[in-house]
């Protein structure tokens, strides 16, 4: 399996984010990689490669509205020119446009314009916001270039994660949406049809909304229920497409504290719904905070399950790109993710 790992993931690193009413260390932190890295090295895993040349950002506009990579790119200068005493605090929203509200003319002032492009107030932006999400997704266009080339599966190892990442917001602690620019790499390169599969705790709300009105990529998903989780404005079962997208949007919500056999279940409808779709490549949205100890999510999955994730999707039989997303118990991180990989690798070989 071809990694290719985020080298620049660091210099993204947020300080706090607005989690239940009160400042907190931020969940999403450069050890993430970092754990996942030492378990896949620890595993005998060296075949490790940083993103190719030829990146740039004309390939993020077939993803995201030039606007929104504008503001991404200039959002820190932006924010230091406002106060320099701005450069020791990152950029959180203060304001949103309430539903009536305009936002189709763009504010003057920078925090306003903040508040049309972030949904939440859990994702810090920062000095280096911009390079490390931009490296990732170059990490990611990289990964499904070597399965368009004929590799059976590569992982994308990078932070910030995307799939919360819409055409034109961010939240979720993603700004641009990976997983999106796999899927869109595969089409260019010959596939007719691509499928998204998400199995991150929380719905991939950017990645249904990008391909939402499209019936060549088609986008499954299980995730906590939206009635009690994050992002709780999207990812219920009704949701199954608009337009020419029609069908191709699988929703599979599930209650707090589901336990493996029923994951498993709604894995295999999931996958299910992807062969009847007729998609000829795969991309994984990797989030493992289904895991029973993670802050931040509710289901009960443990270190063995991940074994037999990564088995379920291997048996699907689809050139595939894992993409790295949630997962935030950072000391079985690794493991969990390894565990996942591994369980591919033992069915795809």
């Known amino acids: 399996m071809q990694i290719i790992c985020n080298e620049q993931h660091a210099l993204h690193r947020g300080r706090m984010e607005m989690f239940r ?11 993430r990689v970092e754990l996942v890295l030492a378990e896949l090295r620890r595993r005998g895993c060296h075949a490790l490669a940083g993103p190719d040349a030829g990146f740039d950002q004309a390939l993020l506009r077939a993803i995201h509205a030039p606007h929104y990579l504008e503001f991404l790119a200039g959002a820190w200068d932006a924010w230091v020119a406002l106060d320099p005493a701005n450069a020791t605090r990152d950029v959180l929203p203060s304001y949103w446009p309430a539903p009536g509200m305009r936002r189709d003319v763009m504010p003057l002032s920078f925090p306003a314009r903040v508040g049309l492009y972030a949904f939440d107030a859990g994702s810090p932006l920062m000095a280096g916001t911009w390079e490390a999400a931009r490296h990732g997704a170059a990490c990611a ?21 995307g799939h919360h990442a819409g055409a034109d917001f961010y939240g979720g602690y993603c700004f641009l949406n990976n997983a999106a ?29 990008i391909f939402y009105a499209r019936s060549d990529v088609h986008v499954a998903s299980l995730h906590g229920n939206p ?17 020419a997208g029609l069908g191709f949007n699988h929703n599979l919500p599930l209650a707090r504290g589901t336990a493996f056999e029923a994951w498993r279940a709604a894995l295999r409808e999931a996958l299910a719904g992807i062969a009847a779709a007729r998609a000829e490549a795969l991309v994984v949205s990797l989030g493992v905070d289904t895991f029973e100890a993670d802050p931040v999510a509710g289901f009960s999955l443990v270190a063995e399950d991940f074994l037999r994730a990564g088995e379920e999707i291997a048996a699907a039989g689809l050139p595939t790109v894992f993409v790295f997303e949630g997962g935030y118990a950072v000391a079985q991180l690794g493991v969990n993710v ?9 069915i795809a070989a």
């Open 338 to 346: 390894a565990n996942v990989l591994d369980g591919f690798a033992q």
């Open 227 to 243: 009635l009690t989780d994050y992002p709780y404005y999207l990812g219920h079962a009704d949701e199954r497409g608009e337009g």
């Open 141 to 161: 266009w990289t990964a499904a270039r070597r399965v368009a080339a004929g590799e059976r599966t590569a992982f994308a190892l990078t932070r910030p994660p």
């Open 181 to 209: 620019l796999a899927a869109q790499t595969l089409r260019d390169a010959g596939a007719a049809r691509v499928a998204v599969l998400d199995v991150d705790y929380h719905h991939g709300n950017g990645t249904q909304a």
């Open 21 to 31: 009413g009160e400042l907190v260390p931020s969940f999403e932190k450069p050890e």
